[in-house]
């Protein structure tokens, strides 16, 4: 299962940077495309060196030292010394809606954040489980993945904003006679323009659900605790429906669950898989390792 959502997180990646790349092609020919990869570059370079301090920002995290919440330090040291990890820094954020995520651009820089809330409602195990899915998205470097991802959606929206801006004040222009091919290019330019940001969003959070499974089996296999973790996502799950999380809509893929409430939404548009879906596979893992 881990090979599988590997795969499909590396060939959804290529998709996005393809979408990328061509939606620079039609919406402004070969300067566009250049302009594209050189913008997703600009963006990628500015995201890998401050993606944690504007993640643990928009959260409105504040950093605490052992002394302040010693069972949090011990918990996070004890996992990433079992996961031969670097100590994460440990944040909290001041809300009674429970929750957590991980940032940093690689484990050597890396920070856990949960709410006061989540802090509240689990018991020492299921914190510890927890945790461990945290510090399984940063084994598997998918704070890196999920920048890199959001990034590129990003580029691609913003070309898209851009492409709108010159059909009104011009048209399709910046493409020189080698690049035009007629109508169909044209066409091909206003689908991108109208498209492309759906599909990166819809590949965006297709990427962003895999690296979900893929953290809760390491949190399993890192805690020991499947039936733990199980359990605490369906706390976080019943009260985050009761108590949503004010946090901009575009930080939501990056907590445990989604942060935003139970808004019954298509599969597609899901910032995580549904709870129902990671518990049935949680308790999988604990009965075929019992």
Do not use: C
């Not at 060196?49 to 643990?56: E, R, V």
């Not at 605490?64 to 079992?82: D, F, K, N, R, T």
């Not at 949190?219 to 946090?247: C, F, I, N």
Request: no cysteine; proline share 4%; hydrophobic share 50%.
């Amino acid at each position: 299962m881990a090979s599988t959502n590997t795969f499909k997180t590396v060939l959804l990646l290529t998709a996005l940077t393809v979408l990328l790349i061509v939606g620079g092609r039609l919406i402004a020919g070969t300067g566009g495309m250049v302009f594209a990869f050189v913008l997703a570059l600009g963006m990628n370079f500015v995201s890998y060196w401050f993606s944690d301090k504007i993640a643990l920002k928009m959260a409105g995290a504040e950093e605490v030292s052992e002394a302040q919440a010693p069972e949090l330090h011990s918990v996070v040291e004890g996992l990433a010394m079992y996961a031969r990890l670097p100590k994460p820094r440990v944040y909290v954020i001041p809300t009674d809606s429970p929750n957590a995520f991980a940032t940093g651009r690689d484990p050597s820089h890396a920070a856990v954040a949960v709410t006061q809330g989540l802090v509240h409602i689990l018991n020492r195990t299921e914190l510890e489980a927890v945790l461990a899915h945290e510090l399984g998205h940063i084994k598997n470097r998918d704070t890196l993945t999920m920048t890199v991802t959001a990034t590129i959606a990003g580029a691609i929206t913003m070309l898209a904003q851009l492409g709108q801006f010159a059909m009104i004040f011009g048209g399709l222009g910046g493409r020189s006679d080698d690049d035009r091919g007629g109508v169909g290019d044209l066409v091909g330019a206003v689908l991108m323009i109208f498209l492309a940001p759906i599909a990166a969003t819809v590949i965006q959070l297709a990427i962003s659900r895999s690296r979900e499974f893929e953290a809760d089996a390491a949190g399993a296999h890192m805690s020991g605790q499947p039936l733990a973790l199980a359990d605490a996502l369906e706390k976080l799950e019943s009260t985050v429906a009761r108590h949503p999380m004010q946090v901009n809509a575009s930080a939501a893929h990056l907590f445990i669950v989604n942060p935003l409430g139970g808004a019954k939404v298509m599969n597609l548009f899901r910032t995580h898989p549904t709870t129902e879906e990671r518990v049935k596979r949680l308790r999988a893992m604990a009965f075929s390792v019992a």
